[in-house]
């Protein structure tokens, strides 16, 4: 799909359906049966098209899951690192804190 295959399958089966129908109704038979032939023809398509449309819905599904699940993994692992990150200036801080309050300590 990423290729525009669906718009060209699309154009196939459309232009199947009308280059079918032209033809039948060209052809020397009777209304009834270019009319019934017309109606098999574009049952016919329809189908097709169904199937077509349901291969799509599942392709996309099935993309959409693995990327939303590579999401979740990056975002997962961007919360760890930016924890990791946290703990450290929590500990900076805290040294810097004990500094501080030494030094109070000796001054006083």
Known sequence: MKDGS???ILGVFLG???GTAAGM???PQKGEE???QIKQKTREMHDEM???ADNLKEEFTSELKRRAGEAL???TQMVGKM???IQEV?????QMQEKLDESGEAEA
Do not use: I, P
């Open 83 to 85: 924890d990791h990150k």
């Open 73 to 75: 993994n990056w975002s």
């Open 16 to 18: 199947a359906l009308v």
């Open 50 to 52: 169904q199937a077509e």
């Open 6 to 8: 669906g718009n060209f």
């Open 34 to 36: 270019t009319r019934e």
């Open 90 to 94: 929590e500990g900076r801080l805290s």
């Open 25 to 27: 109704l060209v052809a």
